[in-house]
């Protein structure tokens, strides 16, 4: 069979009550586009029927459609680095599964893309987008971190089309912990944006709970930036000059005054010094963590069935 123009690859987690409309949407998007696609869904091992409806829309979509269930829950960047793998299109499109991304507007990305000849483009919200407001910050907050320190270029979004000659490059990536935007952005800066629309949330609740949400934020942190290393090295230096000044000051008290220095500055001191020692080691030992899972080779994710 001939490959497809367009993979469009989504990670389902829990979302039995959206897939249906979801991949009519999609399927209806690309009907009146004239183009040839195929579907490719990756059950994340989710606790609800989501399965049972993927099964069901197999039936329907026949051969336009792979479906892979993992035996455990991986995470969503893990999911999609799995779709990639049975992407075949020309183009590869992600889109998540809770129908806040309107797939109406897969064309506009497909019309940038062509226009300005780069190998991905970001759907960026028109308005405000549709979250609480805590999200909203911590996104924003990992967003600046990694365009300040790593290599993600400006904002991303879950909503992306992206050309198979960088999907060739990243599907094979295998680390314990995945982050596709940072990834996708190590193989090229040829990146643009392109507003769509974002609704709010039609059903359930999102998967990413505030500790969720918190642990992703700093496994993001730890395993593609140096920004904790580079904190120790500035705040110990701090430390250091600011406990230099307290040691002259004290100095300068015994010499022309003769003060009793006291049990307690003596107590500050070793507690400040412990606990900047122990910080520090956390933070060594954050890294060395990933450099020993690094030595297992594990593999991103487990597959448990694939229907083609």
Not at 246 to 255: A, G
Request: aromatic residues 16%; contains cysteine; hydrophobic residues 45%.
């Amino acid at each position: 069979m001939q490959a497809p123009e367009f993979s469009v690859v989504i990670p389902v987690y829990n979302s039995a009550k959206t897939l249906r409309e979801l991949c009519e949407r999609v399927s209806k998007a690309f009907v009146d586009l004239n183009m040839s696609f195929e579907l490719v869904l990756v059950n994340d091992f989710s606790t609800d029927s989501s399965w049972q409806v993927i099964k069901e829309l197999k039936e329907q979509f026949a051969e336009k459609m792979t479906a892979i269930h993992l035996r455990k829950n991986f995470g969503q960047h893990k999911a999609l680095l799995c779709g990639f793998q049975y992407a075949q299109g020309k183009y590869v499109v992600t889109i998540d599964d809770d129908l806040q991304f309107y797939p109406e507007d897969i064309h506009l990305l497909i019309n940038r893309i062509e226009e300005t000849q780069a190998d991905m483009v970001y759907g960026v919200y028109e308005g405000e987008r549709q979250h609480n407001n805590f999200r909203k910050w911590g996104s924003n907050f990992v967003a600046y971190i990694f365009e300040k320190f790593g290599n993600t270029v400006g904002q991303g979004s879950s909503f992306k089309i992206i050309r198979q000659t960088v999907i060739e490059k990243v599907k094979h990536y295998n680390h314990s912990f995945t982050f596709i935007d940072e990834i996708l952005s190590w193989h090229t800066t040829k990146i643009e944006w392109q507003q769509v629309r974002h609704a709010p949330r039609r059903e359930g609740t999102s998967g990413y709970s505030l500790p969720k949400l918190v642990l992703l934020s700093l496994n993001l942190i730890f395993s593609y930036t140096t920004v904790p290393l580079r904190f120790m090295t500035w705040f110990g230096f701090f430390s250091f000059w600011i406990c230099l000044l307290f040691i002259c000051y004290f100095i300068y008290m015994k010499i022309v005054y003769d003060a009793f220095i006291g049990f307690t500055a003596l107590i500050v001191s070793i507690f400040m010094s412990t606990g900047l020692i122990l910080f520090s080691l956390g933070i060594i030992g954050e890294y060395l963590n990933r450099l020993f899972a690094l030595q297992h080779r594990k593999p991103p994710y487990l597959i448990q069935e694939v229907l083609k």
